[in-house]
């Protein structure tokens, strides 16, 4: 029996992995880690928004960074290969030291979506600032037009920063309290 296993080009590995495809096993799902105090917060947050009304959300300008690899480092998928396929050139995906990578800022609301911003440098304050100026106000414009507004944000360095809570003040501005280390209850997570 083993020596038709080996003449069948299967590789261990898939064979013994096959059971995990199906519906009894299933691959784990990555969540956020929180500490206790988060886990408070986040309740109490949720507590006091569980009778928002449809109305109030849609109020909402929810917005988010995220980070899209360009170049696949050593974290490349895995490929599935008969023996003898290693250095096929189907089967390979060159790796490199140094990953590219853009950052890319973005907005949602009831109303639609607004402009993407694809960002050159590290977000720091100025450089968030620069994105609310040329592309939430814009979007914010699209999207409400003389309607009032709330806008979201997590509690990243760039936006919890003294100056960019100035800048929202100065522009009469609400921004919703979030709370900490919770990407998950953001809708554009998903987008």
Same mark, same amino acid.
């Not at 992995?17 to 986040?42: H, I, Y």
């Given at each position: 029996m083993w020596g038709r296993f080996i003449k069948s080009g299967l590789q261990l590995e898939s064979v013994l992995? /096959?059971?995990l495809r199906t519906d009894v096993c299933k691959t784990w799902v990555s969540a956020v880690a929180l500490n206790n105090r988060q886990r408070q917060k986040r309740l109490a947050w949720a507590k006091e928004k569980k009778d928002w009304t449809a109305a109030e959300w849609s109020k909402v300008m929810l917005s988010d960074e995220s980070k899209f690899c360009i170049s696949f480092g050593n974290q490349a998928p895995k490929v599935w290969r008969k023996k003898g396929e290693a250095h096929?050139?189907?089967?390979l995906r060159s790796s490199v030291k140094f990953p590219q990578s853009v950052m890319v800022w973005g907005a949602m609301s009831s109303a639609g979506v607004g402009p993407l911003?694809?960002?050159?440098?590290k977000v720091n304050a100025a450089?968030?600032? /620069?994105v609310l100026e040329h592309f939430m106000l814009p979007a914010a414009d699209q999207l409400y037009g003389d309607a009032d507004f709330i806008f979201q944000q997590d509690l990243a360095p760039a936006h919890s920063a003294k100056a960019t809570s100035t800048w929202f003040k100065d522009h009469g501005?609400?921004?919703?309290?979030?709370p900490a280390n919770s990407p998950d209850l953001n809708p554009i997570e998903n987008l």
């Amino acid at each position: 029996m083993w020596g038709r296993f080996i003449k069948s080009g299967l590789q261990l590995e898939s064979v013994l992995q /096959e059971p995990l495809r199906t519906d009894v096993c299933k691959t784990w799902v990555s969540a956020v880690a929180l500490n206790n105090r988060q886990r408070q917060k986040r309740l109490a947050w949720a507590k006091e928004k569980k009778d928002w009304t449809a109305a109030e959300w849609s109020k909402v300008m929810l917005s988010d960074e995220s980070k899209f690899c360009i170049s696949f480092g050593n974290q490349a998928p895995k490929v599935w290969r008969k023996k003898g396929e290693a250095h096929n050139p189907l089967c390979l995906r060159s790796s490199v030291k140094f990953p590219q990578s853009v950052m890319v800022w973005g907005a949602m609301s009831s109303a639609g979506v607004g402009p993407l911003c694809f960002l050159r440098s590290k977000v720091n304050a100025a450089v968030y600032q /620069e994105v609310l100026e040329h592309f939430m106000l814009p979007a914010a414009d699209q999207l409400y037009g003389d309607a009032d507004f709330i806008f979201q944000q997590d509690l990243a360095p760039a936006h919890s920063a003294k100056a960019t809570s100035t800048w929202f003040k100065d522009h009469g501005i609400p921004v919703l309290n979030w709370p900490a280390n919770s990407p998950d209850l953001n809708p554009i997570e998903n987008l």
